[in-house]
């Protein structure tokens, strides 16, 4: 704090007039801004019939807001106002108010006036007069204190919004929940349909794929949208054996998930069985050595099955290439099913954009909060945000307005944030 002191001349009566402000602060309470600072008039600060009118004033560039004056009296003009007053308007016993006092005490200054956008920063100032001395030129406004930071900024309250399952609303249809593994595969005895876990690594398969689908049946915010089986065959049997081992083996997957997570309906399975695995085959031979890979692969591409696919295949290269498949990839090919499971993604969508508002809240981008906000300003549960984002922009009427809302639907935190503008 600075002590600052008024100093007047009076050349023809050579007199010197101190008066001292002491312990200024100016400062922003809700919505108005208090001035208060110590006054202290010396001893002989001001003689004669003259007394000192000071009038303090907050400036910011352009912008002054003059603030209630007060008065200095020296004795001889101090028993003059009291002469005046019983003169002119009949009041006896008259006594200095709030903002006069006579030299040589001190007094306290306080004042408020409605605050301004353009107060955030401002400077006190000050300008002073002699009252009653036709020789004593006003004075300039001068600065008391400078830059003074008269608006203080609130602390926002914010409470990360949760979701409500009552709210949620599909944001994204039949996504493919996404295994350990790229593909889910069982295996089956050859030519058999029933289902043996403990096969090769189907425990392992098996295991994940429950594991996976009572996941998504005990989360709140996804949805089991369908199990999909595509029950296969080796393609080195007949069409009519192997849709019915296709079909078999589809099923027996079927009835194991089911038999594992009780609830679960045959209509939330899609089975799709009798076809041959050629397309398993195709990506074996095609990320194979084999011999005679690029002829296998163009009977593959380019002859259909009803038009002799198989034989042309079993010709080739005198047999040589089919027995290797034979050998090599068709063990793994007898296999009921590639699993593929499917949910939809459920969201509480407002929750969403309330909380990604307030990560904009605490980056101090309150416009971009609120029209993030707009969308969702007829949830109680926005209310509280979009009071802040008045509050932090100083429109605090608005922002009282939105705290009350928000109080009213049982939003505890506005309470913080309404203390701080009320």
Request: with cysteine.
């Amino acid at each position: 704090m600075r002590t600052i002191y008024l100093l007047l001349a009076f050349m023809p009566l050579g007199l010197r007039a101190q008066v001292f402000i002491e312990h200024e602060s100016v400062s922003k309470v809700r919505r108005e801004v208090e001035i208060r600072f110590d006054i202290r008039a010396e001893q002989g600060a001001v003689r004669g019939p003259y007394r000192i009118v000071c009038t303090p004033c907050l400036i910011n560039g352009a912008d002054t807001a003059w603030l209630n004056p007060f008065e200095v009296f020296s004795r001889t003009s101090l028993r003059r106002e009291r002469q005046d007053r019983l003169l002119y308007e009949g009041i006896r016993d008259w006594h200095p108010g709030p903002n006069q006092m006579l030299h040589g005490t001190t007094a306290r200054y306080f004042t408020k006036i409605p605050y301004e956008r353009w107060m955030r920063t401002a400077t006190l100032s000050y300008r002073s007069e002699i009252v009653g001395c036709d020789r004593c030129k006003e004075h300039a406004v001068l600065p008391v204190a400078e830059d003074i930071p008269v608006y203080v900024v609130p602390k926002a309250t914010v409470e990360p919004v949760v979701a409500d399952p009552r709210q949620f609303e599909i944001v994204d249809v039949h996504r493919r929940w996404v295994f350990r593994h790229r593909e889910m595969k069982v295996d089956f005895r050859v030519s058999r349909t029933e289902l043996d876990p403990d096969l090769y690594s189907n425990r392992k398969t098996l295991d994940e794929i429950v594991e996976a689908v009572k996941g998504l049946l005990a989360r709140q915010d996804r949805r089991l949208s369908e199990i999909e089986i595509y029950g296969f065959a080796s393609p080195e049997g007949s069409p009519t054996f192997n849709e019915r081992l296709g079909q078999g083996r589809a099923e027996a997957l079927r009835d194991y998930i089911r038999a594992e997570i009780p609830g679960l309906t045959n209509s939330q399975f899609r089975l799709v069985n009798g076809e041959e695995n050629w397309e398993g085959l195709r990506r074996m031979v095609d990320t194979s050595s084999m011999p005679g890979r690029a002829d296998v692969l163009a009977v593959i591409d380019t002859v259909s099955v009803e038009s002799g696919r198989k034989a042309q295949l079993k010709r080739l290269h005198g047999g040589r290439s089919y027995r290797y498949m034979l050998r090599e990839f068709y063990p793994l090919l007898r296999n009921a099913c590639y699993v593929s499971v499917y949910y939809d993604v459920l969201e509480d969508t407002a929750a969403t954009t309330i909380n990604e508002a307030q990560s904009r809240i605490r980056e101090g981008d309150y416009s971009g909060a609120l029209r993030l906000l707009d969308s969702v300003s007829d949830d109680p549960r926005a209310y509280n945000a979009i009071g802040v984002c008045h509050m932090m922009l100083e429109d605090e009427d608005e922002a009282a307005v939105w705290f009350e809302k928000a109080l009213a639907a049982g939003v505890e935190e506005a309470r913080a944030n309404l203390s701080q503008i009320r």
